[in-house]
């Protein structure tokens, strides 16, 4: 079975979120349950074709290998993907990206023909490889070497749909009629992200409750009823970690490694976290980690309102991450103000990020709607307790702890209120004070298991079905 990953990041060649890890990190297990992965992604300018041993195959593509054997053709299109960054530049968008990704979506499926390479599934991601189903069901309808070829989008966050002005229509060539309710018209716009779903013949999502969640309105972003449509439904598969990235037995990027069966380096991690940060060294104080986007999805408003009451309370807290300047500066002052409770860094480093996850005892991930997430993943991992909000896949992977029976992984609260967070964390907060049963919980989680193997069956049963 040959299956096409077709996506506009894919690492480590090209990436800015977990869209970039999902697509490189699927296609690696599922090579091997003997599936055939193929990646195409665009040669942006960031990608250096000496440093990945790439080879010119023709004027629009390069090749290259991921995994064990896994071809992986990159589009040569300078004018639109010659450029510095992927998306744009400055926080905004690059003017003319519904041209850069439908060329992305034609030359791809140009490519398979030209290199004589027929795909039993086209997996396309998010919207910007959303045209494909489109064109497969249009264009190359009547085409022989698609006549078999079957496709899947995969909805990586509904609230990014590739939406622009309905008089950049006749820019995709598509028959006038295709800018329609029951095509890509949305609101008197283009909707590339509801072409992909009407016309894919499958469509899945990265967690199970996220499935669930799109199918309302307050997830759906406004295509809700269009997923309601759907005969099938979506399919909800929990990504996986990439367990040799995130790994504290073998982590290059923190100074005492440690694992789940001998994890007392830990707390020289955070020791070496708190110099690290200028930080008060206090081994009995729980530092408290946030990593992400300082952005509203990912609960940052949240956290500030509640800040003053938090920051009364017995702890150390951590952030790293970049995003909207409403919420960097006052992050900014709070350190200021408050040097022995708080650290910030606004700008993110990777060795940073690592370090954060082995050196902290709970992390923060208060989000307001999270599709999978990988946070939570690397912290349990890395022996630390995540405190999350229900929703997505965080309501998937995180089960509530209670310290009578040593059930469950985390904290959540249910209601997205400042009241319900502060009583989780007080919840966490008394829960670290008992340092048997929170050690045990530690062990626990760490003997978690989120690898890829577990999701790759899933989406080979989702292949087979399919086909079937």
């Not at 991992?381 to 309501?395: E, H, K, Q, W």
Request: glycine letters at 8%.
């Amino acid at each position: 079975m040959r299956v096409a990953f077709c996506s506009s990041e894919i690492a480590p060649f090209a990436k800015t979120g977990g869209l970039g890890d999902v697509c490189g990190t699927l296609p690696l297990a599922l090579e091997k349950l003997k599936i055939e992965p193929v990646l195409v992604l665009p040669r942006y300018q960031m990608i250096d074709p000496q440093k990945y041993q790439l080879k010119k195959i023709s004027p629009e593509a390069w090749i290259g290998t991921a995994g064990q054997n896994i071809p992986v053709y990159f589009i040569e299109q300078e004018g639109y993907f010659g450029r510095k960054e992927i998306y744009g530049e400055d926080g905004g968008e690059y003017s003319d990206n519904l041209e850069r990704f439908h060329c992305f979506c034609l030359k791809a499926l140009e490519l398979f023909k030209t290199q004589k390479k027929t795909m039993d599934i086209i997996h396309v991601h998010d919207w910007q490889a959303a045209l494909i189903p489109v064109l497969l069901k249009s264009i190359f309808r009547s085409d022989l070497f698609y006549k078999k070829t079957k496709s899947i989008l995969s909805i990586h966050n509904m609230a990014f749909q590739g939406i622009f002005p309905k008089d950049q229509f006749p820019k995709l060539g598509f028959d006038r009629r295709l800018f329609s309710m029951n095509g890509l018209e949305f609101y008197n716009q283009i909707n590339l992200l509801k072409g992909g779903l009407i016309f894919s013949d499958r469509v899945a999502t990265v967690s199970p409750h996220y499935a669930r969640e799109i199918r309302t309105p307050e997830f759906g972003c406004g295509l809700e009823g269009v997923l309601a449509n759907r005969r099938e439904g979506v399919v909800g598969i929990l990504n996986g970690l990439d367990y040799e990235t995130w790994n504290p037995e073998a982590d290059v990027h923190i100074k005492h490694r440690y694992s789940k069966d001998n994890w007392k380096s830990k707390f020289e991690n955070k020791s070496y976290l708190q110099k690290l940060v200028g930080l008060p060294v206090k081994r009995n104080v729980p530092i408290l980690a946030f990593v992400g986007r300082l952005t509203y999805q990912k609960g940052i408003e949240l956290l500030m309102k509640a800040m003053d009451k938090v920051l009364a309370l017995d702890l150390q807290l951590v952030f790293l991450g970049v995003g909207e300047p409403k919420y960097e500066q006052p992050l900014r002052r709070l350190a200021k103000k408050n040097p022995a409770k708080i650290a910030v860094s606004l700008k993110f480093s990777e060795e940073l990020a690592h370090q954060i996850y082995a050196g902290s005892d709970l992390f923060l991930m208060p989000s307001v709607f999270e599709p999978c997430g990988l946070s939570q993943m690397i912290s349990f991992r890395y022996g630390t307790i995540p405190l999350v909000y229900r929703t997505g896949g965080l309501a998937d992977t995180v089960f509530p702890f209670d310290p009578a029976t040593g059930e469950g992984t985390g904290f959540i609260f249910d209601q997205y209120k400042e009241d319900a967070f502060l009583k989780s964390l007080q919840e966490a907060l008394l829960a670290y004070q008992d340092r048997p049963s929170f050690e045990r919980l530690m062990t626990k989680v760490m003997n978690s298991d989120f690898s890829w193997e577990r999701s790759a069956k899933e989406y080979q049963k989702l292949y087979l079905s399919l086909l079937n």
